[in-house]
């Protein structure tokens, strides 16, 4: 099949009959008794500490400074939000929230974890979240702080529905090749590709299709990472060496790595689609909308916007919070434009994959899941 040269830019409105598209507004369920709308209390001060990736990533910090943003709104109240411009800013961007009086603070990202344990234990008083860990860093299954809550997402179950709508689209192509590549190899970016793999090989068996996976290899544990989450040449390299392999669909898992993508694929000339991670990126970045067939999202503003509300309120719950498909914690986007080209009856057939997994009947089995 080829694709429109024209490559028209996603809408905004996703199709109504996609009913695993998520909507901008919706509330994902959480652990937590539930959030207090209204204004907090006159003291309570909400604070945000980003990865280095910055506010403006297109990804899973933006989306957290969305979700802090949206509860300060909310709560009447003025939110102090620190970003890091690299590795070395954690530790004293959590000292200075400390000393600015923060009565929570949500930290983005399992790099901040060793920095954000060390500083929950010696301020018990002081209420934590972090994104993308549980705070174990010393792996013995419990977070090693008792005031710090974890926010997690079960994004195997999501990236399993979009291996799936990848491999239907290159088979349908005729190209059978699909890719990925990430940014560093951890469980919160690995747990993506493992069930992007698993997807294909749903697909292949349902249909008795032949689409390859290049780029990871779920049982070995093994594939293509930039070291990084930076769109450097490094990024760009490793992004064109899975394109040279052919393939007509390419995961970059890793923030800002998806820009090295986009730039490989401009270089290659072809029609190869890219799938987006954490947010729509279709909506966040619409320079690579063209190209962006869907995103494997994670309600992450939602669960910030939770966490802080119920710590507004007194509700502070530390227990981890896990977004899944049933609660929808995680989620594809829609195919915006692209929809109208997908195969027939895929849609009908991810939307009864997704009720599957819900009940059950399908288990999403990634080592890399929280």
């Not at 539930?34 to 980003?50: M, N, Q």
């Not at 970003?83 to 009086?101: F, K, M, Q, R």
């Not at 509700?315 to 981890?320: G, S, V």
């Amino acid at each position: 099949m080829t694709i429109s040269t024209t490559k028209k830019l996603l809408g905004a409105t996703i199709a109504a009959g996609v009913i695993f598209a998520l909507a901008g507004c919706g509330q994902a369920p959480t652990d937590d008794a539930g959030g207090s709308e209204g204004a907090a209390d006159s003291d309570f001060l909400p604070c945000l500490v980003s990865d280095a990736g910055g506010w403006n990533d297109k990804s899973f910090n933006q989306s957290a400074k969305e979700g802090m943003d949206a509860a300060a709104e909310e709560l009447d109240v003025k939110p102090l939000e620190f970003e890091s411009a690299n590795d070395n800013d954690y530790a004293p961007n959590l000292e200075t929230a400390v000393s600015e009086g923060c009565s929570l603070i949500v930290a983005v990202g399992f790099k901040l974890a060793a920095a954000t344990v060390e500083s929950a234990l010696a301020n018990p008083e002081i209420d934590y979240a972090i994104i993308d860990d549980y705070a174990d860093t010393d792996f013995d299954g419990t977070t090693d702080a008792p005031n710090i809550k974890p926010l997690v997402f079960d994004t195997a179950q999501a990236a399993y529905l979009g291996g799936y709508a990848a491999a239907g689209w290159s088979a349908q192509s005729g190209v059978n090749k699909v890719g990925t590549f990430g940014g560093m190899q951890i469980p919160s970016v690995a747990v993506f590709m493992d069930g992007f793999s698993l997807g294909v090989d749903k697909y292949n068996e349902d249909k008795s299709a032949a689409v390859q996976v290049f780029g990871w290899d779920v049982a070995t544990q093994e594939g293509s990472f930039t070291g990084g989450f930076d769109a450097n040449d490094t990024a760009k390299q490793t992004a064109q060496g899975v394109l040279d392999q052919g393939v007509d669909v390419i995961l970059p898992v890793g923030g800002p790595v998806y820009q090295s993508a986009a730039a490989a694929i401009a270089d290659s000339g072809k029609d190869t689609l890219m799938i987006g991670v954490d947010s729509d990126l279709a909506v966040a970045d619409p320079s690579v909308a063209g190209v962006t067939m869907f995103s494997i999202m994670k309600a992450i503003n939602v669960a910030v916007k939770d966490a802080t509300t119920a710590a507004a309120a007194g509700d502070f719950d530390p227990a981890p919070y896990v977004g899944t498909l049933e609660n929808e914690g995680v989620k594809l986007s829609g195919f915006g434009d692209f929809e109208a080209e997908l195969p027939d009856g895929l849609l009908d057939e991810i939307a009864a994959l997704q009720e599957q997994i819900i009940s059950g009947d399908i288990k999403v089995e990634s080592k890399n899941s929280p």
